[in-house]
């Protein structure tokens, strides 16, 4: 992964590939942003003029990439819009900075070393810059898939996964001072994670089954302290699991329950977050169509998202307990498949009637989500690619907040917005209830198709131990990027809710569940 570090030195001296500086949309043109002084005095106080003859504009994702003047010891100058500049006074925000840093990142990849003069003006804003920039510099290559990253040269075009940019220098970031220090050692951490989660979503199923995942966190277990459980087939059936077996007895890969469990000694709340991790989602005997199953290894993003969590928690050493469940198992069509209108028995004893095998993420949540409730959270959190619905209702960038508790919808709405992530509340409508009533089972899998991502939420309540605070992320829109690469987000799978868990875990560390 991408080094990072802090370093107090002038744009103009620092020993980089690149130096990173921010433009502005200003009234009259391009303007430099702060940070980047030197940088424009080598260019005689003109780089703004200079950025204007080139087309720049300083909006959003774009970059300019210019020979550097006499007296900058770095080759290239990566200009990268910042968008509009703050209004007097204010401060960049977190979110700019992050989207610029990844863009300058990302157009960076190949490179050896980029020093980013981006308007740093406090702690917040170098963790910012390297969050952005470490998470844009995420490469993807399939293992095995041989060599084709050109290391030292920046790549022409997109098409070939060079090799990440090797080493971030943020400039103004003191890397002596402690505020300094811990910010730099949190983007580390979060990013690490994030990218974690990005390269389990992926890998192709047939690199990532149940069992593989499983054995993933076994090894990042054991690397961080953490302590781990695996529920194999044998021991799901004797558990009574009939949601989870359900979903993978189709595959030949058979499903798994995962316990990773972080502990601090001074922990006063305990918070656990369950996982959907369907490593590959046909929709089973209710195949999907072509068209719609292509990127379904996708469908394990909430998964990868809480494993990626609990470790960025023990990394940062958080006070506070964590404990990570991940459902996995491979939705498949076959002889031992689930058929449409079987009843299963979950783990909570209630029956259910799967009337669509498609709708097989809400199975395997629930017996997961009654297996957390016997330890009694102070809350649980479930992340899930669950419904088509709600990437019809807000699109490919926000996700879903459903919960049985309107103060805790709040506080993940309110941490996903300090992670720098879109997420929008939504209701849980009580008459939705009736549509998911069976004649023959306590539910059905399936009801009402309108709002179809509401009534997955009210069927994942009925699994929730009484009286606990619940909350669940529906992540189907942002788990995957099928289109291009922005801001610091790659193609394919970006991380998505890995931030705004672990930012859920500092307010519950900080008494503010
Ligand atoms: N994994 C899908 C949801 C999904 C859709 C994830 C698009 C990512 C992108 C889920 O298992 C599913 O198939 N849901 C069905 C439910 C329906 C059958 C009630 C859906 O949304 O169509
Ligand atoms: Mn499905
Ligand atoms: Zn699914």
């Known amino acids: 992964m991408t080094a990072l570090t802090l370093s107090t030195s002038s744009p103009a001296a620092v020993r980089a590939d690149a130096v990173v500086v921010g433009v502005t949309k200003g009234a009259k043109g391009p303007a430099v942003a702060p940070g980047a002084e030197a940088v424009d005095q080598a260019f005689g106080g003109k780089l703004a003029a200079v950025l204007d003859t080139l087309g720049a504009t300083g909006s959003e994702g774009e970059v300019t990439k210019l020979p550097a003047a006499s007296g900058l010891k770095a080759p290239v100058v990566l200009a990268v819009g910042l968008g509009d500049a703050p209004a007097k006074g204010e ?72 090799a990440p940019l090797a080493e971030v220098t943020v400039l103004g970031g003191k890397p002596r001072d402690k505020a300094f220090k811990a910010a730099a050692d949190r983007a580390t951490a979060l990013a690490a994670e ?102 379904m290894k996708c469908d394990m993003s909430g998964a990868a998202a809480v494993f990626a969590a609990v470790v960025a928690v023990a990394k940062l050493g958080l006070p506070v307990n964590v404990t990570g469940w991940l459902a996995l198992a491979e939705n498949m069509p076959s002889g031992s498949a689930t058929r449409p209108g079987d009843v299963l028995t979950m783990y909570s004893g209630k029956t259910v009637e799967v009337l669509n095998t498609d709708a097989e993420g809400r199975l395997v949540l629930a017996d997961t989500l009654t297996r957390a409730s016997e330890e009694k959270p102070d809350a649980i959190v479930d992340v899930a690619t669950l419904t088509g619905a709600m990437v019809l209702a807000l699109g490919n960038r926000t996700f879903g907040i459903m919960a049985n508790d309107e103060a805790f919808r709040t506080a993940l709405h309110e941490a996903a917005a300090e992670a ?94």
Do not use: C
């Open 194 to 295: 994030v990218n974690r989660a990005r390269d389990l979503v992926n890998t192709p199923s047939n690199a990532l089954n149940p069992a593989s995942f499983a054995a993933a966190v076994r090894q990042a277990a054991d690397e961080h302290g953490l302590a781990v459980e695996v529920l194999d087939e044998k021991a799901l059936a004797k558990g009574g699991y009939g949601g989870i077996l359900g979903v993978g007895q189709g595959s030949d890969a058979p499903p798994r329950l995962v316990r990773l469990g972080y502990t601090h000694p001074a922990a006063t709340a305990t918070l656990a977050l369950v996982g959907k991790g369907i490593t590959y989602d046909s929709g089973g005997i209710s195949l999907k169509p072509p068209g719609h199953n292509e990127t």
């Open 91 to 162: 401060r960049y925000g977190a979110e700019a900075l992050r989207r610029a840093a990844g863009v300058a990142a990302r157009a960076l990849s190949g490179s050896k070393k980029g020093a980013f003069a981006l308007p740093v003006q406090d702690a917040d804003g170098a963790a910012a810059v390297a969050e952005g920039a470490l998470l844009g510099a995420y490469t993807f290559k399939v293992a095995g898939a041989g060599k084709n990253g050109r290391r030292g040269k920046a790549a022409a075009d997109g098409k070939a996964a060079s």
């Open 420 to 513: 720098g992530e879109q997420a929008w509340p939504m209701p849980l409508p009580a008459e939705l209830r009736k549509s998911i009533d069976s004649p023959i089972a306590d539910l059905a899998n399936m009801g009402e198709r309108m709002g179809g991502g509401l009534v997955a939420g009210i069927f994942l309540k009925e699994f929730v131990g009484e009286g606990l605070t619940w909350g669940h992320l529906d992540i189907a829109g942002p788990a995957f990027n099928e289109s291009g690469p922005f801001g610091y987000t790659p193609k394919g799978g970006t991380g998505a809710a890995v931030r705004t868990l672990v930012r859920l875990a500092e307010r519950a560390a900080a008494g503010g569940l």
